[in-house]
């Protein structure tokens, strides 16, 4: 295929996904902001396996113009984070449900629906609805988050003023087989403000999320979230973030099952001494896909910066890390670390990583490693020895590989919580 | 306490007979020394003893307290009340010493049927073995082993023996690596477990692990078998004449 059939290709397959759909209506700046969304999307085509960006995660259903079925899964046991006192916000199928949600307040924080803040005549949110998104499609196209933006149906717009005592929990309810959501967050931390937000949940048959967050000067931003349950759904994530001066973002995902998930990163560090953080636990097993693709930017000086994601995979299941750290040439004393490492607990599962450094800066220290590779048969036997059973002793040691990545966590009752998760995960695959 | 009888072990992967034939008898409460030169079977005999994956018994059986233990796993000989402190103990990133203990203890209270150690209890009891072993809350807290010295490796072997309280401990070569000040403390944690039923086989190659743990009986393992058996002055003959003079002795007779 040449270049010019493939995008060709692309921009057909846009066409098809696109047709039938409608730009929400709002405020004429908020329909121009969509319009010119739409009109990028046009231009640049969705994905397709060919592009170098999607070679080892397959677009096509993403692309399709119906969402591929997915069964509704009943659990058991609460969902995560239920334990913790928070602001819940619920989603079902992409659309808000204020009738079982908290009401949307909450001291030092602003929060608003989407669809109200777009279509206000003026708003904050005018400066940053999807202007993170458009400025993360260079060096790199991220099409997938501007659809979103041209579509979005519904989302949280937050603000911080202050520090929020509650973290604000977004709960994505999945009910109807077919659904496919398309949901926006645009979020602000003021300067020295701290907001932890949560989410969790299916969402819908297939999902398109982006989140953009905004951490002003001395700003801390957490962000955690566990993708479960319904194990046929498929879901696009983006989450674009800004990095002021001596601010803080941090960011952990757990993925448990799920078919196909691709969840990207980008995050621009502007502001000296700052800290951004990105970690992710994923379980796959079976017919699972996970995709982690992060792209972070150092553009200020004596940063820190670390990637850390640990993949456990079995019965086929197939992971993928593609990371990136970029050093612009003023980014002195940049301190930047990355690791992926796939733990494989069959001969028939796949990690696959591509990791990226890219540093023009000449003052920093930057580290990456990615490994693969199976438990280690020697710390095995010595629990094994000290009277630990197999099974316990293999769960014990995968909790340990996955570790590094839940230490990303900070606060304490969230991170029992995810950890909790990872053990009941293990403990029902028990051979 | 411990029978070995008879006992043949070869590599799975390679046809390499490593036992040829091994005797042993362990009673209540002594303490006996396997000692040999590099290659005659000394590791590979506790190594089959506690159940590795990678060799082949081929002939023999190991009785523990009257139970064939060859057919157990790992664990399960390890709930039966043996115990490896491995030469060179292994190091666990993610698990911090502390939880590898209680797993470890409770799994086998478990195992055996009796009620987990409560936290409390636990802590109480961890803290106390690890002081008289000068093992400090540090290294309880750190992953297990991880940048440990090899002094504080083996002290933390003997934490764990003084925790799971075996009837059967093997010590493999928990000398090599110790200066004199930790072999003193290694050997003060082991005897400090000498209650008269305990039973300990202790693997070295030098004798002078022996002057601090005194043997009841001292063995001489050459080409997987148990060539000579005596008293404690073998192992002083040893550490005077080394081994080629009495390997000699035993290939004329």
Redesign the interface.
Known sequence: MTRAELKQKKLDATAARVEGMTLPAGAPWAEALRQDALNRLLSMGLPQGRDEYWRWTRPDSLNAAEAPKAAVFVASEAPVFSGLDRIKIVFVDGVFDAEVSDALEGENLEIMRLSDALSSDIHWVKDAYGVQEKKAQDPVERPFATLNTAFATDGMVIRATGKVAKPVSLVYLHKKETSDAILHHVIRVDEGADLTVLENGPAAARFNKVMEVDVADKAAFHHVRAQGRDHERRAVTHVFATVGQEALFKSFTMTANGVLTRNEVFIDIVGDDSVAHVAGAAMGDGDFLHDDTVFITHDAERCESRQVFKKVLRNGAKAVFQGKILVKPEAQKTDGYQISQGLLLDDNSQFLAKPELEIYADDVACSHGSTVGAIDDEALFYLRSRGVPASDATDLLTLAFLAEAIEEIEDAAIAEDILHRLEGWLKRRRK | MLEIKNLHVKLEEEDKQILKGVNLTVGEGEVHAIMGPNGSGKSTTSYVL????GYVVTEGEVILDGENILEL???E???AGL??A?QY???????SNM??LR??VN??RK?RGEEELSATDFLKTVRAKAKSLQIDADMLKR?VNMGFSGGEKKRNEIL?MAM?EPKLCILDETDSGLDVDAMKLVSEGVNALRDGKRSFVVITHYQRLLDHIKPDVVHIMYDGRIVKTGGPELALEVEHNGYADLLAEVEKA
Do not use: H, K, N
């Open positions: 506690s159940g590795r994956d796993e790992p664990e000989r390890a709930a115990f490896l491995f103990p292994v190091e666990i990133p993610g698990v939880t590898f797993t470890a799994a086998q195992a992953p764990q799971l």
